[in-house]
């Protein structure tokens, strides 16, 4: 939506979808980290401030889109071709999604739809859920995503729950997963999000539940991520050894094959982390691959002076959580370390492959 750019006022159809804009807060004050603590009324408060706000990049992105776009936004009967330049959703799946540059670009467009739609509530709710995910998957805005899911219905409730926590309030949501703990659809996300709030005893107890109810393989592989997590790796590599012996207990879980893959390649990669020493690995670049959501990622890792300097991802064929491949090599690089680093929440399967890959990679430099 266009705004003033000394002002950043909204249009009149914006507030109609958003309400009057408070003043924009600088990016670094509105990404809390978890470490903040804050109450449930402070959090809440946050999300409206922040979320009725223009981001602060907003008056450097142009608005732009190809115009044989349909903004109403129809599903395209079945069996016709998706086509970017028709369908907004493939618009934004395979144009704005795949290219980092064009992220900013996204929301502004995002915006343009509201407008466009101001009077459709169908589309409206659509487009306001696909800015959450967007500020979300891309962003890693977590008040402006929260914001958007809220105004939509928030279908992406583990998404909401972690939104709180990155605010800074644990219990809400610990509050909202607590709705979902029997939801297998949705049970190893909320397993990890559990572990990354260090309730790793609860995470647990939904593995149980998750095996009981006949998907050990995934149940197995979440326990074994979630115990990496909260550095008992002994632990974890027994979890992955049981995932492995679990795989044709069920036949309900489809994706067997890629959790087999993902499985071995954690074993592998866990068994390098106590031999892993920055300071006996020349300065140099170092390849590393492991399995992803979709294939083979491969990247290569910067090592001077004993730090590792830089995480360039050279080829992957992940087509979603595309925060992923920014985010988790910023933390490797931030920690200096793959031990604790934490898989971002949404796309653990492609985190995970960075955190993979990266040991593989730096285990190559120390037999130089």
């Not at 409730?157 to 997963?177: I, Q």
């Not at 830089?310 to 370390?337: G, M, V, Y």
Request: glycine residues 6%.
């Amino acid at each position: 939506m266009p705004y003033s750019r000394n002002r950043h006022k909204l249009t009149s159809s914006l507030i109609l979808c958003m309400g009057v804009f408070a003043l924009i807060l600088p990016t670094a004050e509105i990404s809390a980290q978890t470490t903040q603590s804050r109450t449930s009324l402070e959090v809440i408060a946050l999300i409206k401030q922040v979320g009725s706000t223009a981001p602060d990049w907003w008056g450097s992105v142009t608005l732009d889109y190809p115009k044989t776009l349909d903004l109403s936004w129809p599903v395209p009967k079945q069996g016709s071709p998706w086509d970017p330049s028709k369908n907004i959703g493939q618009f934004v799946w395979s144009i704005i999604n795949e290219n980092p540059s064009k992220w900013k670009q996204g929301i502004r467009f995002l915006h343009h739809v509201l407008e466009v739609n101001k009077d459709n509530p169908a589309i409206l709710n659509k487009t306001m859920d696909a800015l959450g995910n967007m500020y979300y998957n891309l962003h890693e805005d977590w008040a402006r995503a929260a914001f958007w899911w809220k105004k939509s219905g928030a279908r992406n409730k583990v998404g909401l729950a972690n939104c709180y926590y990155e605010l800074g309030c644990k219990s809400m949501a610990m509050d909202v997963l607590s709705l979902y703990d029997r939801d297998y659809s949705r049970n190893c996300a909320v397993i990890k999000l559990y572990s990354d709030m260090g309730e790793l005893a609860k995470a647990m107890e939904l593995v149980k539940q998750r095996v009981a109810a006949g998907a050990p393989l995934s149940a197995y592989i979440a326990a074994g991520d979630a115990c990496r997590q909260a550095g008992r790796y002994k632990t974890a590599l027994k979890y992955y050894r049981r995932a492995l012996a679990a795989k044709n207990a069920s036949g309900r879980e489809i994706d067997n094959e890629l959790n087999v893959k993902r499985a071995q390649a954690s074993i592998e990669a866990v068994q390098l982390f106590d031999d892993l020493d920055l300071a006996v690995i020349p300065d140099g670049t170092y390849k590393g691959s492991s399995i992803s959501y979709a294939g083979m990622l491969n990247l290569e890792v910067v090592v001077k002076a004993g730090r590792i300097d830089a995480i360039n991802i050279k080829q992957h064929e992940d087509k979603q959580f595309f925060s992923a491949l920014t985010a988790t090599p910023r933390k490797i690089i931030a920690k200096q370390s793959i031990k604790g680093v934490d898989a971002v929440t949404g796309a653990t399967i492609t985190s995970e492959a960075i955190i993979n890959a990266t040991a593989k990679a730096l285990a190559s430099g120390m037999k130089q």
